[in-house]
């Protein structure tokens, strides 16, 4: 019993501090982060993402604040033959640059946390949740489908600092036509 009590404080302990290393961006504004963003970077090591890393493109989203510190997300993302626009409500937390959503693909509330941003180049995000296993992603988002090298760089030292193997870390090519021309 006692070997239990002991291991049960211990993943706590853990859980605690990994989710401790979660601090927002410093002084996060909401009013500068909002606006047009490319997810250049992603890394994710779920199984069943596994088979599908060679087909993610760059996809493209829009930050819109909302009067209550909410946030809506309009989100493209080429599928094979589609560009398939989906949309998050993210709302906000007591911690500025830290917001909650409900994923509807694991029916659960996971955190969002704005790591590090320069709101005009580029922004690391991750999302996470600790619920029966860990659910983690983390994400370079740039200003432009093309960011620096220097931000590809922090966000992988980032993702393999949050445990992800290298073969999850992925900078996907561009996608053609989403969204669509007549789009945002």
Known sequence: MRTTV???????????MVHASLKPQRDFNLQKFAGKWYRVGLAY????????RDKIKISTGVITPLPNGNVNLTMWEALPGMCMTKFYRYDKTNVPGQFTYFSTRHN????????????????LVIKHKVYNREYTQVALYGRSPRVRVDAIQKFK???????F?????LTP???ENCPPSSGR
Do not use: H, Q
């Open 45 to 52: 090591d779920s199984p069943s993402f596994v088979p599908l």
């Open 173 to 175: 090519p561009p996608a």
């Open 108 to 123: 659960m509330v996971k955190d969002i946390t704005v790591v590090d941003t320069n709101y005009s180049e580029y922004a």
């Open 6 to 16: 002991v291991s049960v404080a211990m993943v706590m302990t853990c859980v605690m």
């Open 165 to 169: 193997p290298r073969e999850s870390i």
């Open 157 to 163: 030292a980032l993702a393999l600092s949050r445990g």
